[in-house]
């Protein structure tokens, strides 16, 4: 009878097999673990960078009230809005409209009777503290338009040289109160860019005016 075969481990060799098995069971346990944490720092990086560094995870928002703007070439910087604040204070009770265009000018609108005479160029007293205004501290970059209207009742031939007359008063008002001659701009367009209708005296006055532009050119 053939005797069956026996298999013999010596106790070092048992020892080395116990142990590769442990390692390999743990390793097969970790595989699982690792490849979840490496998912997870993965998708985490993933969202930092689209938070931080990406359009898709940027927040955006509306900048700060004092943050200079550009808007048609002129830049409105904190300090025009300082002034149009104080020229809102400076005009309160006379009808004078202080406003912001468009294209980031400051424009002052005076009516002119409040400013002449009835087909008269010379300044009233009670336009002088407005103009004192515009010509404080005027940053160098600032420039100046100063246009003067009427309305349609004279005709061009007088209007058209009063309107220029007025706005030259007011010029030579603000040279004599520093501001450099040539960064004043001056021109007379008579009746021709009515804001109402003619056809009342309520229109013909609003018509009369002075209309005070401040400018920054952005470049």
């Not at 004192?132 to 420039?143: G, P």
């Not at 009742?153 to 008063?169: T, Y």
Request: with cysteine.
């Amino acid at each position: 009878m053939r005797r069956p075969l026996v298999l013999t481990v010596h106790a070092a060799d048992a020892s080395r097999v116990s142990v590769d098995s442990r390692w390999r069971l743990m390793a097969a346990m970790s595989l699982p673990v690792l490849s979840v944490a490496l998912l997870l720092m993965l998708g985490g990086c993933g969202s930092m960078q689209g938070t931080a560094g990406s359009p898709q995870g940027a927040v955006t928002g509306t900048a700060p009230a004092a943050a200079p703007s550009v808007l048609g070439g002129n830049l409105w910087s904190p300090q025009m809005e300082e002034r149009r604040q104080a020229l809102v204070q400076a005009g309160a009770g006379a009808g004078i409209s202080v406003a912001r265009t468009a294209d980031n000018q400051l424009k002052l609108s005076v009516p002119a009777d409040f400013s002449f005479d009835i087909g008269r160029s010379e300044l009233k007293p009670a336009l002088r503290p407005v103009l004192d205004e515009v010509s404080r501290n005027l940053d160098d970059a600032v420039r100046v338009t100063v246009v003067g209207h009427t309305d349609s009742s004279a005709g061009d031939a007088i209007n058209g040289p009063l309107s220029l007359d007025r706005a030259e008063a007011v010029r030579e008002y603000l040279v004599h109160h520093g501001v450099r001659r040539g960064r004043l701009l001056v021109e007379g367009r008579g009746g021709r860019q009515p804001v109402a209708s003619n056809a009342t005296e309520a229109g013909r006055a609003a018509n009369r005016r002075i209309e005070i532009f401040l400018s920054q050119p952005a470049s």
